[in-house]
């Protein structure tokens, strides 16, 4: 997932992916509970964007934890390895705050 918001900031909750038919939640610290990215998601900034994000306690959906972020410029990006099964159809799902402001982007991105 990737994220710009000029000059304000997203909050991400609660993400998932399972299989449609069902089944347990594919991503791993899906609410950010642990208080950290650390051991679940690789964080990039490459650009070097001001104001990237972080492990935050403020806008959280459920929980105590969300991922905060108000990239600048250039978005920075979350990524997660998961085991998927070839040929089925999965659903992904996320909860997404805005804080407002006149450029924001977000892009969820599958790949395998």
């Given at each position: 997932?990737?994220?710009?918001?000029?000059?304000?900031?997203?909050?991400?909750?609660n993400?998932?992916?399972?299989?449609?038919?069902?089944?347990?939640?594919?991503?791993?610290n899906?609410?950010?509970?642990?208080?950290?990215?650390?051991?679940?998601y690789?964080?990039?900034?490459?650009?070097?964007?001001s104001?990237?994000?972080t492990?935050?306690?403020s806008?959280?959906?459920?929980?105590?934890?969300?991922?905060?972020?108000?990239?600048?410029?250039?978005?920075?990006?979350?990524?997660?390895?998961?085991?998927?099964?070839?040929?089925?159809?999965?659903?992904?799902?996320?909860?997404?705050?805005?804080?407002?402001?006149?450029?924001?982007?977000?892009?969820?991105?599958?790949?395998?």
């Open positions: 997932m990737a994220f710009r918001q000029d000059p304000s900031y997203w909050a991400l909750d993400i998932s992916v399972t299989l449609s038919t069902g089944g347990p939640n594919l991503v791993q899906p609410g950010f509970e642990t208080g950290s990215l650390t051991g679940y690789a964080f990039c900034n490459p650009s070097s964007s104001a990237s994000g492990v935050s306690s806008n959280a959906h459920s929980g105590t934890y969300c991922y905060y972020g108000g990239s600048v410029g250039n978005p920075d990006y979350l990524s997660q390895t998961m085991a998927a099964i070839p040929n089925n159809y999965y659903t992904i799902s996320f909860w997404l705050w805005n804080q407002g402001g006149p450029t924001n982007s977000a892009t969820t991105i599958v790949s395998g």
